[in-house]
Nanobody, 123 residues
Framework: QVQLEESGGGLVQAGGSLRLSCAAS????????VGWFRQAPGKAREFVAG????????NYGDSIKGRFTISRHNRRDTVYLQMNNLKPEDAAVYYC????????????????WGRGTQVTVSS
């Protein structure tokens, strides 16, 4: 069982930055693929970025490439999502999720989820 807790959301102006954190408890992220998803009102949940804990390979969704960076801190069992040059269309609830296995952008294939953190971007 992996419990996840997100933090770092908030209100930011367009062009600004935020860093989201996803911390694991109960067990570590070892052998996990950890993804960030987002969901805006009335829209489907979208894959944003993910990182393979063992090895550190990363994957990004097309809409955020070049603006967001995912990273990990091994000792803290924490995954970060650095979001730069935020746009109003980035506003959503951001969720951290984990699965044992390889990268996949299908949210139904993730077993563990955090409660989400709200990101609001003003224009």
């Amino acid at each position: 069982q992996v419990q996840l807790e997100e933090s770092g959301g908030g209100l930011v102006q367009a062009g600004g930055s935020l860093r989201l954190s996803c911390a694991a408890s109960e067990r570590t992220f070892t052998n996990c693929f950890v993804g960030w998803f987002r969901q805006a009102p009335g829209k489907a949940r979208e894959f944003v970025a993910g990182i393979r804990w063992n090895g550190g390979s990363v994957n990004y969704g097309d809409s955020i490439k070049g603006r967001f960076t995912i990273s990990r801190h091994n000792r803290r069992d924490t995954v970060y999502l650095q979001m730069n040059n935020l746009k109003p269309e980035d506003a959503a609830v951001y969720y951290c999720a984990a699965r044992f296995g390889a990268y996949i952008d299908d949210d139904s294939r993730y077993d563990y989820w955090g409660r989400g953190t709200q990101v609001t971007v003003s224009s």
